[in-house]
């Protein structure tokens, strides 16, 4: 019953320790060709505008020097190169650091050394353009590589590639269509004048066109006649053809009114004569 809980505990504990130990998923890691191990963090999803990224190497040869910067990867055999903030001896754009324990004497003070077991940590700032090189588009590295004093030595040459965040897309923008104000007064109407229901005034049948008709004013509208546009021809004629079905509507009514009225007095006149003849 005692091993049970012991294997538990040592289960727990082995993932807690591999947990603490990993690498996290936003960092990378390259390894150089005599072991050199190389971390940035972070190396995906960075920033357009600029990051900061933190690197760290262990197991350099510390007789050498290097620079670690952002830079352009050229492939293997060839020196990473441009790189940002060239070579920047004193670190002080942030692009660029010159590391070596044993540099020339006009380095002393400059460089710094490497720590235990050829190791060293520093800050990059980084961005998604090397001078006129695109990293969006071109392969960009946070790299070591040999200092100056060493410029053809590639045994210090190791790559961690770095990948920046998707632009952002532009919303469009929408617009709305607006109406045109009503015009009013004198304006020119561009809607074309309804055509006048036959039988009007100043319609020609035949021959020359007539000249412009003005049309009366309906009864009970006062005011004097005066010329009517285009709009007034429209209500003109609608007040027409509803005058003329009211009118067609009283001939209807009539037509059935009167005969029913006439079979109603021929009746009551037999209902008298019977009554008459009956008395």
């Known amino acids: 019953m005692r091993a049970l809980p012991r294997a538990i505990l040592t289960t727990i504990l082995i993932t807690v320790s591999i947990g603490v130990g990993s690498t996290p998923a936003h960092a990378g890691t390259g ?12 190396t995906s999803g960075v920033a357009r505008t600029g990051a900061t990224v933190t690197v ?14 952002f830079c352009v990867d050229n492939g293997a055999g060839v020196a990473p190169s441009p790189c940002g903030g060239g070579a920047d001896t004193t670190g ?9 324990s044993d540099p020339p004497s006009y380095g002393e003070g400059l460089a710094a050394p490497y720590g235990p077991g050829g190791s060293f940590r520093v800050t990059l700032t980084v961005n998604s353009r090397i001078g006129t090189v695109d990293c969006t588009v071109s392969r960009c590295v946070v790299a070591s590589r040999a200092d100056h004093t060493r410029a053809a030595d590639r045994s210090q040459d190791v790559r961690v590639p770095v990948t920046f965040a998707a632009a952002a897309v532009a919303t469009p923008t929408r617009t709305q269509a607006v109406a045109a104000p009503a015009t009013t007064g004198g304006a020119a109407r561009t809607t074309p004048p309804a055509a006048a229901p036959a039988g009007a005034a100043g319609t020609p049948t035949g021959g020359a066109p007539a000249p ?9 509208t006062g005011g004097a006649a005066g010329p009517v546009g285009p709009a007034d021809a429209d209500g003109q004629a609608q007040v027409t053809r509803v005058s003329a079905a009211s009118d067609t509507g009283r001939w209807w009514l009539v037509a059935l009114v009167v005969p029913l009225l006439g079979a109603a007095l021929l009746a009551g006149l037999r209902r008298r004569r019977r009554r008459r003849a009956t008395s």
């Open 31 to 42: 390894r150089g060709p005599a072991g050199q191990t190389l971390t940035a963090t972070p």
């Open 56 to 69: 760290t190497g262990s197991g350099y040869d510390v007789t050498k020097g290097i620079y670690v910067a």
């Open 92 to 100: 002080s754009t942030g692009a660029s650091h010159w590391i070596s």
């Open 212 to 220: 412009t008709a003005t049309a009366v004013a309906p009864a009970g």
